[in-house]
């Protein structure tokens, strides 16, 4: 399997997505334990981006008010599964949100990447990539690949959520066939891991 054209001879930055429960942290530990390249994931900047004292976090705060504070917590940190859910319920909750934190989370990740400017290779972890309009920082786009009853069944089991939420929740995202026409690789996460790790193998 070649490296797609448009990333050769220049600095690979990787863009890792898929929808949720897909498998994502799996494959990105895969790579963790097996490849020496930098990891930067848009989960990890959100967290950091919302803790107490920082812009999102007092922006946040003054929209949704103290009912997203976890309770008995001296630092008044943000409950991330109750904020969560609220936007889940709540359309335009939802894309206030990410009208806040998306671009914070681009810029961040930017930032973040110049600092491995002398790597090869980057692989940045965008659950959203698409959704948040994030492949113009990308030289080259993985998408993962997992049929929506498997992503259901483990999105019940991780979360603990009702089929019927778990269903909602995959619905929220663009499917894997719109996400499938913009991508460059397909990591195949459907039953035989080995399909996903022969792939990757062969491009890093």
Same mark, same amino acid.
């Given at each position: 399997?070649?490296i797609?054209?448009?990333?050769?001879?220049?600095?690979?930055?990787?863009?890792?997505?898929?929808?949720?429960a897909?498998?994502?942290?799996?494959?990105?530990?895969?790579i963790?334990?097996?490849?020496?390249?930098?990891?930067?994931?848009?989960?990890?900047l959100?967290?950091?981006?919302?803790?107490?004292?920082?812009?999102?976090?007092?922006?946040?705060l003054?929209?949704?008010?103290?009912?997203?504070?976890?309770?008995?917590?001296?630092e008044?940190?943000?409950?991330?599964?109750?904020?969560?859910?609220?936007?889940f @319920?709540? #359309? $335009?909750s939802?894309?206030?949100?990410?009208?806040? &934190?998306?671009?914070?989370? +681009? !810029? /961040?990740?930017?930032?973040?990447?110049?600092?491995y400017?002398?790597?090869?290779?980057?692989?940045?972890?965008?659950?959203?990539?698409?959704?948040?309009?994030?492949?113009?920082?990308?030289?080259?786009?993985?998408l993962?690949?997992?049929p929506?009853?498997?992503?259901?069944?483990r999105?019940?089991n991780?979360? @603990?959520? #009702? $089929?019927?939420?778990?269903?909602?929740?995959?619905? &929220?995202q663009l499917?894997? +066939? !719109? /996400?499938?026409?913009?991508?460059?690789?397909?990591?195949?996460?459907s039953?035989?891991?080995?399909?996903?790790?022969?792939?990757?193998?062969?491009l890093?």
């Amino acid at each position: 399997m070649d490296i797609p054209q448009k990333s050769k001879n220049k600095q690979r930055i990787i863009g890792l997505t898929g929808g949720i429960a897909s498998g994502k942290t799996t494959i990105t530990n895969y790579i963790r334990k097996h490849k020496n390249i930098p990891i930067l994931d848009a989960d990890n900047l959100s967290r950091e981006l919302i803790r107490p004292k920082t812009h999102g976090y007092e922006k946040i705060l003054d929209y949704f008010g103290n009912k997203i504070i976890e309770n008995n917590n001296s630092e008044k940190i943000i409950n991330r599964k109750l904020l969560r859910n609220i936007i889940f @319920k709540h #359309s $335009e909750s939802k894309e206030w949100i990410e009208k806040l &934190l998306h671009p914070l989370i +681009k !810029e /961040k990740m930017i930032e973040k990447c110049s600092q491995y400017k002398n790597n090869q290779t980057i692989l940045l972890v965008i659950p959203l990539l698409f959704e948040a309009k994030f492949e113009d920082i990308c030289t080259e786009i993985w998408l993962v690949k997992c049929p929506k009853e498997l992503q259901k069944k483990r999105l019940i089991n991780r979360d @603990k959520i #009702s $089929e019927k939420e778990a269903y909602e929740s995959i619905n &929220l995202q663009l499917s894997f +066939k !719109e /996400k499938r026409k913009f991508a460059d690789i397909i990591l195949d996460n459907s039953d035989d891991q080995n399909k996903w790790i022969k792939t990757i193998r062969e491009l890093l």
